[in-house]
Structures are given as structure tokens and as C-alpha cells.
Nanobody, 115 residues
Framework: QVQFVESGGGLVQPGGSLRLSCAAS????????MGWYRQAPGKQRELVAT???????NYADSVKGRFAISRDNAKNTVYLQMNNLKPEDTAVYYC?????????WGQGTQVTVSS
């Protein structure tokens, strides 16, 4: 059974930073593409960033240069370092693990950027 433990969300002022973590169990972590997605109120869920098992990364244009995704295969954990946060980054952030035949989602963690 796949399980995720997401942490690191919260309330931060514009220009601040947060680091999200997602620890996975029940999967062969190193075989999965890991990603972070987000969903703001009234909007569809959107890609934030992904990272392959080999460390290749992909980012949404809106977060390039501000966010950094990384993973530690020894700890079965993926991270999202978010810097220079903006109010439009406010959303529930979801961890995702996928292969060509399987996809699983975390429960989400709230990130609120407000003064």
C-alpha cells in the first residue's frame, strides 16, 4: 500500500521561503518519477515540478528560478524548496509518484502566501 507523509506547508509572507517534504513508502521509490502539483481554489490541479530517478528536472514556467525540486532515494523522500514566494503560489500542494503503469497522490499540504 502506497503511503505519503507530506510536511512543510504553512503561512508565509510574500518573498519568504518554505521547504516541502514528501516521504513515500510502499513503492520502489527509485523507479518512480516524483513530482509536486498544486491546486488553488477554483482552479484545476497543475504541475509545479517533476524529477526523474536520475535527477532530471522539469518546472512550470511560473516557478522557474524560484523553486527547486530534489530527491533523496536513500530516504524515499522528495523535496520542494520554494523561494521568493508570491500570493499566487497559494494552493494545496500535492506529492505525486508515477511510472507508466502507476500513479499515486499524497494528501496535500496547504501553502498560503499572505502579508
Amino acid at each position: 500500500q502506497v503511503q505519503f507523509v507530506e510536511s512543510g506547508g504553512g503561512l508565509v509572507q510574500p518573498g519568504g521561503s518554505l521547504r516541502l517534504s514528501c516521504a513515500a513508502s510502499g513503492i520502489m521509490f527509485s523507479s518512480y518519477v516524483m513530482g509536486w502539483y498544486r491546486q488553488a481554489p477554483g482552479k484545476q490541479r497543475e504541475l509545479v515540478a517533476t524529477i526523474t530517478s536520475g535527477g532530471l528536472t522539469n518546472y512550470a514556467d511560473s516557478v522557474k528560478g524560484r523553486f527547486a525540486i530534489s530527491r533523496d532515494n536513500a530516504k524515499n523522500t522528495v523535496y520542494l524548496q520554494m523561494n521568493n514566494l508570491k500570493p499566487e503560489d497559494t494552493a494545496v500542494y500535492y506529492c505525486n509518484a508515477r511510472t507508466i503503469i502507476h500513479s499515486a497522490w499524497g494528501q496535500g499540504t496547504q501553502v498560503t502566501v499572505s502579508s
